[in-house]
Antibody, heavy 119, light 107 residues
Framework: QLQLQESGPGLVKPSETLSLTCIVS?????????WAWIRQPPGKGLEWIGI???????YYNPSLLSRVTISVDMSKNQFSLKVRSVTAADTAVYYC????????????WGQGTLVTVSS | DIQMTQSPSSLSASVGDRVTITCRAS??????LNWYQQKPGKAPNLLIY???SLQSGVPSRFSGSGSGTDFTLTISSLQPEDFATYHC?????????FGQGTKLEIK
């Protein structure tokens, strides 16, 4: 059973880069899975940020495309998110999630980590 | 992007009630529709995938239906642990957009 755990700073200053990591345990990150980042501003709905396939192909939300990078580090069995030039609107709980390549929904989720953008 | 619209945004119901939540896509997504349950302070939990397939371990009182642009999530007999927020999500094409959520509250 896969387990995901987010890590990273809880506070980021405006205009800086938000960096989060998701450690995958209970399985190999290089297996046939998609790995995603999803966020939820306080009191609001879920926003899909982007996804990386087991082969390294990425898809990003067009609303964030110019500021976001998702990457995989197979040696550490983890994947990462970077959001550049953050503003208060990027304050949210950030979740990492995973799904099997042939699946529809995201079966595996981290517990989420709150990132606040503030000076 | 495909827009997902859920209704209602909030709903009050009693234990034992039958409840239906709807989700509409802005264009056809075939059966690529998933439903999640989220409780306060927790990550979403996958309930239904591919419009009508029950995720392993999810009680059979949850069911999903629909195809194309119109989908429903039905809870046949509400239990106390079902009071939560429900989200639909399309996985037909990236970005895999979510609906705005439906908060199910105790009447």
């Amino acid at each position: 059973q896969l387990q995901l755990q987010e890590s990273g700073p809880g506070l980021v200053k405006p205009s800086e880069t938000l960096s989060l990591t998701c450690i995958v345990s209970g399985g190999s990150i290089s297996s046939s899975y998609y790995w995603a980042w999803i966020r939820q501003p306080p009191g609001k709905g879920l926003e899909w940020i982007g996804i990386i396939s087991y082969s390294g192909t990425t898809y990003y939300n067009p609303s964030l495309l110019s500021r976001v990078t998702i990457s995989v580090d197979m040696s550490k069995n983890q994947f990462s998110l970077k959001v550049r030039s953050v503003t208060a609107a990027d304050t949210a709980v950030y979740y990492c999630a995973g799904r099997e390549y042939s699946a529809y929904g995201y079966e595996y989720w981290g517990q989420g980590t709150l990132v606040t953008v503030s000076s | 992007d495909i827009q997902m619209t859920q209704s209602p945004s909030s709903l009050s119901a009693s234990v034992g009630d039958r409840v239906t939540i709807t989700c509409r896509a802005s264009q056809s997504i075939s059966r690529s529709l998933n439903w999640y349950q989220q409780k306060p302070g927790k990550a979403p939990n996958l309930l239904i995938y591919a419009a009508s397939s029950l995720q392993s371990g999810v009680p059979s009182r949850f069911s999903g239906s629909g195809s194309g642009t119109d989908f429903t999530l039905t809870i046949s007999s509400l239990q106390p642990e079902d009071f939560a927020t429900y989200h639909c999500q399309q996985s037909n094409s990236a970005p895999h957009t979510f609906g705005q959520g439906t908060k199910l509250e105790i009447k």
